[in-house]
């Protein structure tokens, strides 16, 4: 009997910062993937999200002057925009602040601590904040996180561990039972040998912060994050109705998380009792033009830009034909072009355009198929699938669609006016649609409304029923290469969505001011109180956060630039009634005004 069912989870993205093409690249392929199984009649579940708790985050937060929950809050609405975009076409969004998952995540861990796999001890160990994990000090060369080359901590603190170090044997015994459960298979062999060198118990939970789901039984510790994380694709099948997922067929991840999910998680769910997942892809990396993609490189592109400049197919086709599922691999706009020109406009749009101007001018008359039957191409697809190739699926039905190129170049359907032909034509456009649907969702619905076809797996074996066809629209149009020449500009620009108008700009009024007084913050060790000129009747009252950065009477009889039309705001117990503007470190090490260039009268405006 065939699967009914079939439940694809992503990894959930650290809401650190912002969705880049690294994020996108898993998504596009999990939901080819998804789309996949779902033409295929399955039951599809596909569970993406965010991964919201922890020290980084809770620092990333304070660091931008906000609690962590309306920091994260502020953070998902960019990732789901990105998934829009691209069409992700998830089931779920699932964020491990959800209430359902906290829950989860408490009775999960109270089933492990059932079982006798939960102690208390203490930790001592060397931790990368970045990676929210402890690296031994032969993981970590000069006492440096091998991934963010940043000195690492040294933590002592109270903690519950998980016994890990039980699970060695069934860990080995599980992938050695199940090939498919590591792929790909040079990822096995790392995660084999690791094991076998060492497995030690797993610290999992901190004393240190707050921000995290509150351990159970003592809420002086919060749960470690991975431990939290890991169990979200549970979480999302103890809903009604979605039991029945559980196992997940495919957890598909960067490769960094290998060792998180096909480790701890495997010894997590065999620790409280519940079935394993099927198969645990780990993929490679994408660079960005040869670069490791990073966000002190300022080189993390954001899909939205990539998707508005080229459009979305051109992007999920590029990322999934250009680099096989698993390896590592490249994302280049020039490249991106010249698939876009050479396979989606030269190849397929222009199929698509021939036949159906032909169609329409011609006619069809229905036969029966002689040359371009499909049968053989997808059970190749299939068969790629089943191994999570997606460039080698579409290198495959794009032979086909190079076939069918051919065939009209053979046929010469203009001169022979041969209905006959473009039946059989016309009739393959509908099995490439229907077959590209997963990759290219856009496209492919265009094609079916030209052709009136429903995008079913039923159609593949049904013949076209329709004699009359409609030129299509022209459905790639080719991109000039000078455009790839400016290539998309990185983070140092913000995104649309942070840009301000110059009308809403406009409304802000910057003055230059004089400084003529200044005292101490009666209320507060930071902060300086300034009596300014702004050109107006009487001076105003601001208070300025200064007062570790400047002498008091280095500030005297200073000009600087104000806000000054900013909402007044009492700032312990005294109302200041506008901003001073000031350089800021990225350490926040130092704070310096802004001041005009030469002496100008108090009042002017900055514009
Ligand atoms: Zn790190």
């Known amino acids: ?27 596009i392929i999990a ?7 779902r033409l295929q009649g399955k039951e599809v579940f596909f569970l993406t999200g965010t991964d919201e708790h922890g020290k980084k985050i ?12 309306e920091f994260v809050d502020s953070i998902v609405p960019k990732f789901k925009e990105a998934w829009k975009a691209l069409n992700i076409n998830y089931d779920r969004f699932i964020r491990t602040t959800d209430e359902d998952h906290k829950k989860t995540v408490q009775e999960f861990i109270k089933k492990v601590q059932k079982g006798g796999d939960i102690y208390l001890g203490k930790y001592e160990g060397l931790y990368c904040v970045g990676c929210e994990a402890y690296y031994t000090e032969k993981d970590a060369q000069n006492n440096e996180c091998p991934i963010h080359k940043k000195p690492l901590e040294t933590i002592k603190e109270e903690s519950y561990f998980f016994r890990l170090s039980k699970y060695k044997k069934f860990l080995l015994d599980h992938y050695k039972k199940n090939p498919r459960f590591i792929l790909p298979a040079e990822r096995r062999n790392e995660i084999i040998n690791r094991i076998k060198e060492e497995l030690q118990d797993l610290s999992i939970s901190r004393t240190s912060f707050k921000w995290g789901i509150p351990f159970p039984g003592n809420p002086k510790h919060v749960t470690y994050v991975w431990f939290d994380a890991l169990i979200n694709y549970y979480t999302a099948t103890q809903t009604k109705g979605k039991e029945k ?17 096909t480790v701890y998680w495997p010894a997590m769910l065999k620790s409280a009792g519940i079935k394993l997942p099927k198969t645990i892809f780990n993929h490679g990396f994408l660079t960005v033009e040869g670069q490791k993609i990073s966000k002190s490189l300022g080189n993390t592109i954001s899909p939205i830009k990539i998707v508005s400049k080229y459009g979305s197919d051109s992007m999920r086709y590029y990322v999934m034909r250009a680099t096989p599922f698993g390896e590592d691999g490249d994302f280049s706009e020039a490249e991106l072009i010249k698939r876009h020109n050479t396979e989606l406009a030269d190849k397929l749009g222009n199929l698509i355009s021939r036949v159906t101007t032909l169609a329409e001018a011609i006619g069809l008359q229905k ?27 579409l290198n495959e039905l794009f032979a086909f ?29 509908k099995d490439i649609a229907i077959l590209i649907s997963p990759f290219l969702p856009e496209t492919a619905e265009k094609i079916a409304k030209t052709l009136n076809v429903e995008l079913s797996w039923k159609q593949l074996s049904l013949p076209l029923k329709i004699e009359k066809v409609k030129k299509s629209e022209i459905l790639f149009k080719k991109i000039e290469m000078k455009q790839a020449e400016q290539k998309t500009q990185t983070v140092q620009i913000p995104k649309a969505s942070q840009t301000i108008s110059y009308e809403e700009f406009s409304k802000m009024q910057l003055k ?16 300086l109180v300034l009596s300014v000129d702004l050109g107006e009747p009487t001076p105003r009252t601001i208070v300025a956060g200064l007062k570790k950065h400047y002498k008091k009477e280095s500030l005297l009889n200073k000009k600087a630039i104000f806000v000054a039309n900013l909402q007044p705001a009492t700032l312990r117990g005294i109302e200041s009634q506008g901003m001073i503007l000031a350089a ?15 002496d100008i009268k108090e009042g002017s405006n900055i514009r």
Request: proline share 5%; aromatic share 10%.
């Open 401 to 429: 669609i190079d076939q069918c190129n051919t065939f009209v170049q053979q046929t010469k359907p203009w001169e022979t006016k041969d209905k006959k032909i473009l039946y059989e034509l016309t009739n393959a456009l």
């Open 58 to 69: 809770a620092d990333t937060a304070k660091k931008a002057n906000k609690g962590p929950k």
């Open 1 to 27: 009997m065939t699967q009914k069912t079939y439940y694809i989870t992503t990894a959930i993205d650290y809401v650190n910062g912002e969705p880049h093409i690294g994020h996108a690249y898993q998504k």
């Open 584 to 598: 800021v470190s990225e350490d926040e090490s130092q704070i310096i005004f802004l001041t005009p260039e030469k």
């Open 31 to 37: 939901d080819a993937l998804s789309r996949w199984h």
């Open 512 to 527: 230059v001011g004089k400084i003529l007084k200044v005292e101490d913050h009666p209320n507060a060790e930071k902060l």
């Open 245 to 261: 997922f559980w196992p997940a067929d495919l957890h598909v991840l960067g490769k960094d998380n290998a060792w998180f999910h």
């Open 367 to 393: 036969t029966p198929l002689k040359s371009l039957k499909t049968d053989k191409l997808i059970k190749k697809m299939q068969e790629s699938l089943e191994n999570y190739q997606t460039d080698k699926a």
